[in-house]
């Protein structure tokens, strides 16, 4: 069976293409595009077989030339086809840059996609990037968007939730143990106790007494979260929230960070807290925020 093997900046879109490959009886493997290691994903077994590659990549912006230009050199080298995805913010001369067997524009129907795999697979003639103008193959999904998420199952196993304590960042537990039991999902729960960079060696009663207090809570938490039947960890760090955040969801690694908006402050006059929105900011793993009210507040 020829193994393919999708690289993508979006979850939900490879998910897609690999759920119609799959129903070809293809093999399928995903790997989400890491920014900062674009090829990280050679050290998984699971490509050393690969006779096709399909690289779907997302709009060509400044911030994404160091990774596209990485991937280019690499699929240079490549003995087996590249398949490029891509929209239309790309030049002709940044796509060939890959020295790729064929391209397909974003959006394309999922029949073209297909048909172009079979005749990459079968060994037929590649399809020179300067033969075929972006655009020729546009058409949107004819699948329904409902139709399309009934047949996707992501591919979601960790999720990092950072709480500050309050009850307002509590209020966004709900929603994470509805996804947790629906999607067979892990919770990891995250506390940062804020500091100025430099390193405790010998800390203060206060200092402990906080760290304890915290940490009997965050047990207390997954006590009764695992009462519902989910899987729950917990950890408590200290630094700056943000960067902890994500380097937290980093090692976990988590593929999900849920927060509520208002912590601990809880100011209505801002609409989003400051650390909820530099972790969406700074992120490229989805960030599911949740706004609290008085009543989700009091779960």
């Known amino acids: ?14 998910t897609l293409l690999s759920q119609n490959l799959a129903a070809q009886g293809r093999q399928v493997d995903i790997h989400l595009v890491n920014p900062v290691w674009p090829l990280s994903f050679l050290a998984s077994p699971a490509t050393w077989d690969t006779f096709l590659w399909v690289v779907d990549l997302s709009w060509h912006t400044d911030s994404r030339l160091a990774t596209y230009e990485a991937l280019a050199e690499w699929s240079r080298k490549q003995l087996q086809p590249v398949l490029l995805l891509l929209d ?59 139709e399309i998420f009934q047949k996707w199952k992501p591919v979601y196993h960790r999720i990092v939730v950072p709480l500050d304590g309050s009850k307002l960042a509590e209020s966004v537990l709900p929603v994470v143990v509805t996804l947790a039991e629906t999607l067979g999902m892990e919770i990891m729960l995250l506390h940062v106790f804020p500091s100025n960079g430099q390193a405790v060696r010998t800390p203060t009663p206060s200092q402990r007494k906080a760290t304890e207090a915290i940490s009997d ?23 700056a929230p943000v960067e902890d955040i ?50 989700v507040a009091n779960w």
């Open 1 to 14: 069976m020829q193994h393919i093997t999708v690289l993508s900046e979006d979850r939900v879109f490879s």
């Open 88 to 146: 239309d913010s790309w030049q002709a001369g940044e796509i060939q840059e890959f020295g790729a067997s064929a391209f397909l524009a974003k959006p394309f129907p999922m029949s073209s996609f297909l048909g172009l795999v079979n005749h990459l697979t079968a060994g037929g003639p590649a399809v020179a990037s300067g033969n075929q103008q972006a655009g020729e193959m546009r058409m949107e999904l004819r699948e329904k968007s409902s």
């Open 217 to 239: 809570y965050l047990q207390g938490v997954v006590q009764q979260l695992s009462g519902q039947g989910v899987k729950v960890g917990w950890r408590v760090t200290s630094g």
């Open 246 to 295: 994500i380097r937290y969801a980093n090692e976990a690694p988590a593929d999900l960070i849920a927060m509520s908006t208002h912590g601990t402050s809880g100011d209505s006059r801002t609409p989003m807290g400051s650390i909820a929105a530099a972790v969406l900011e700074r992120q490229t793993r989805p960030v599911l925020l949740i706004k609290p009210d008085r009543e």
